[in-house]
Structure formats: structure tokens, C-alpha cells
């Protein structure tokens, strides 16, 4: 009988591989649910492995969406604006291999224990799943009694969110941040994670001013501030740029909170100075969104869609003119280095299995999650439990 590790060998041949940097046509052994090798040719391998031929696909790493609401969110009008759960399907479709769920407004009708719950469904179901704890409020909700436990003890929780200038947040003072991003960094110290705190942004004229003060004055390690929804409006769009050149990472939201089309905010912030390695996308999924008629009149709501990260990824290759290797950083390695996660967003010996395969015009054909085959020719063919 052959061991188990060779009864698991994958064999992808001829994939047109962007890690995202551009390696050519190389093929890549897969065991169990990581990259052993990749080369030229391993048809050495091929007596003992699945072989697929991936027919000269581009080939990246699995996608990687930071802030979405896995069990849902919204509730601005009452329990019926309350958006459903994420399903597995939705991600597959298209090509996130790897998810942070949160929490978002309501930390009471939305518990921080159903969030994680979700989370190990997901990886149950054969996807990347983690998430923050925390909600807009000052008062974090954790699983265990504190901030820092939870970065300890809890395996999927690796940083805390909260909300500032927005009209639904705590208002939160710098030295009240500065004791959160203590107990994140200590955490995560502790239990071997990077540890971020995850800030919403809101519209208010304060904008991103309480986090320039916690680098400037506290002279906190900019890399732990991670602030999202960045590109909400213009001026805060302009502050966030600021904000990269220092060296920290600002995260563009896809599917809600932009006042101009994300990848055009990518290519300003690009003309402005930025380093590319400091953007990202998130899609801040299943959020609870207000419909509008053509006359801007509010007429319903709706769940901010799952899909845009990949969209403006490609609006940045077709329109802007960007790379297939600098655009698909936003999406991979970039929201990686972010979160701390060590072996996600490149395609390398030793990283997870994560692979999208893609035809010349983009349209995604086919998805391997932790080296399982999730989607072949443009079909889901592994659903979640009960789709």
C-alpha cells in the first residue's frame, strides 16, 4: 500500500503561473493541502498523483477577502434588514479562497460565538476562515473575557474591529485605541499572530486624524492599524494616502463605501505616491445596503455583493493598465502581509494550496481551495452543506 501522502499527490500541469509574480508555464505538485513543488516538468510524479491539465491558464494565488460579513450584518431598518449568512458557493464563484469574517453596527442580535462558529463551518467546508473580534463599539465583545485572551486562545481570532468617526461608533480617544492595539499586539505576541485592529472608517470630518496621533504621538508600529473603507470619500481617500506613505496598509472597499470606482481610486493613490504593496481590496460583503430608484429615493435594501474584489482587479489590468502581477497583489499577497497570514496570498513551496485559473479574458474557470479541486470549468462542483 503507497502512504498517505502519496495517495493525496495533485498534479497540475501547464499553468501559466503569476505567484503573483510571473514564473511562466511551470507544473505544481500539491500534497494533501500544500505546494510541494513546482518546475518546469514533474511528470515524475505523475504515476502516484491526479494530474489535471490546466491547458495553459493564468494561474494565481486563491483570493483573499479581509472584511466580510460571513453571518451577515445590516439591521439599519429594523430585524428584517438584517442581511443572511454567506454561503460557500458565493465565494467559490468568485475565486475567494480565504475569509475574514466580523462583526459590523450590532454586537448583541449578532453574537461574537456565532461568528466563530461560522468561521469553523466554513473551514469545515473546505475554505480559509478567521476573524476579528470587536463590533463599532468601544465595548469589545469577545469569546473569552478580553481582547488579548481571545488573541491567545482562540485560534481564529486574529485582530480586533472598531469604529471611528462615524455617527454609530464610540467616539473612541487615542488612549483608549491605544490600550485596544496593546492588547492586540501583546496577544498576538503571545499567540504567535500578527495582530491588527481593524478600524472602520466612517464619514465624519474627523476622519483618520485619531490614528495619525496614535503613530505620531504614541509612536505605535503603524503595521498593527489597519484601517478599512478608506476610499468612502474623497478627502478621507486623501488622508488615507497619506497614511500608506507612512508605511501603513489602507484597505478599498469594493462593494459599498466608495465615492468613486475602487480600481480608479487605486490608480490615484498610485499617481499620489503610493507603493502598491500598501493597497488592498475587501468587499465588505453582505453588508446591508439602501436601494435607491433614479431619483435617488430610497426604495429598499439590499446585501453588498461578495464578487467586486476580482472585478476591479480586472478594471485595473483592462482599464487602468496595471500588471497582472501589481493588481493582483490588492487580493493577495498584500491583505497576506496584512493579516499576518504566513503561508496564504503567493503560490510557493510551502504555502496552502489556493489556486484560481483564469482564460485570457479573465473569466474564472476553475478554483483549488487548501488542494481541493472546488470549481472546474466554471462549475461549483464542492457546495456548502446545505446548498
Known amino acids: 500500500m503507497l502512504p498517505t501522502y502519496i495517495t493525496m499527490l495533485k498534479l497540475i500541469k501547464n499553468a501559466e503561473i503569476y505567484a503573483p509574480i510571473s514564473l511562466g508555464k511551470k507544473d505544481i505538485l500539491i500534497a494533501g493541502e500544500k505546494i510541494v513543488a513546482i518546475a ?3 511528470d515524475l510524479f505523475s504515476t502516484h498523483a491526479t494530474v489535471w491539465d490546466a491547458q495553459g491558464k493564468i494561474t494565481t494565488p486563491g483570493l483573499i477577502d479581509q472584511h466580510i460579513h460571513i453571518i451577515g450584518a445590516g439591521g439599519n431598518n429594523g430585524f428584517a434588514s438584517m442581511t443572511p449568512e454567506v454561503g460557500l458557493s458565493e465565494l467559490i464563484s468568485c475565486g475567494t479562497t480565504t475569509v475574514v469574517g466580523l462583526l459590523g453596527t ?18 469545515q467546508e473546505g475554505i480559509s476562515a478567521y476573524m476579528f ?13 478580553s481582547i488579548q485572551a481571545d488573541m491567545i486562545c482562540i485560534d481564529k481570532v486574529i485582530g480586533c474591529k472598531i469604529a471611528i468617526s462615524d455617527i454609530r461608533s464610540s467616539y473612541p480617544t487615542a488612549d483608549e485605541l491605544v490600550r485596544k492595539l496593546r492588547d492586540v499586539r501583546v496577544g498576538g505576541i503571545i499567540g504567535n499572530k500578527k495582530g491588527i485592529l481593524h478600524i472602520h472608517l466612517g464619514n465624519l470630518e474627523t476622519k483618520m486624524d485619531v490614528l495619525f496621533e496614535l503613530v505620531n504621538n504614541y509612536q505605535f508600529p503603524i503595521e498593527h492599524i489597519s484601517p478599512t473603507h478608506v476610499a468612502r470619500t474623497k478627502t478621507l481617500f486623501d488622508q488615507a494616502i497619506e497614511f500608506a506613505k507612512l508605511g501603513g496598509m489602507i484597505d478599498i472597499t469594493t462593494g459599498a463605501s466608495k465615492y468613486t470606482d475602487p480600481y480608479k481610486a487605486v490608480l490615484y493613490a498610485l499617481e499620489n505616491g503610493v507603493n502598491i504593496d500598501y493597497l488592498t481590496f475587501s468587499t465588505d460583503g453582505h453588508a446591508g445596503l439602501t436601494k435607491f430608484d433614479e431619483n435617488s429615493i430610497k426604495i429598499g435594501i439590499k446585501k453588498a455583493p461578495i464578487d467586486q474584489n476580482l472585478y476591479e482587479v480586472i478594471q485595473l489590468i483592462k482599464q487602468g493598465g496595471l500588471s497582472i502581477e501589481d493588481a493582483f497583489k490588492l487580493i493577495t499577497t498584500n491583505p497576506a502581509k496584512n493579516l499576518g497570514l504566513k503561508e496564504k496570498g503567493k503560490i510557493a513551496v510551502g504555502f496552502d494550496a489556493d489556486l484560481c485559473f483564469f482564460t485570457e479574458d479573465f473569466k474564472l474557470t476553475d478554483v483549488f481551495a487548501r488542494g481541493k479541486h472546488m470549481m472546474q470549468n466554471s462549475e461549483i462542483i464542492v457546495k456548502g452543506s446545505f446548498e
Open 133 to 145: 473580534c470587536g463590533y463599532y463599539g468601544l465595548d469589545t465583545v469577545t469569546i473569552t473575557d
Open 40 to 42: 518546469d516538468n514533474l
Open 106 to 123: 450590532d454586537g448583541t442580535a449578532r453574537n461574537i460565538r456565532t461568528l466563530y462558529s461560522k468561521v469553523k463551518s466554513l473551514e
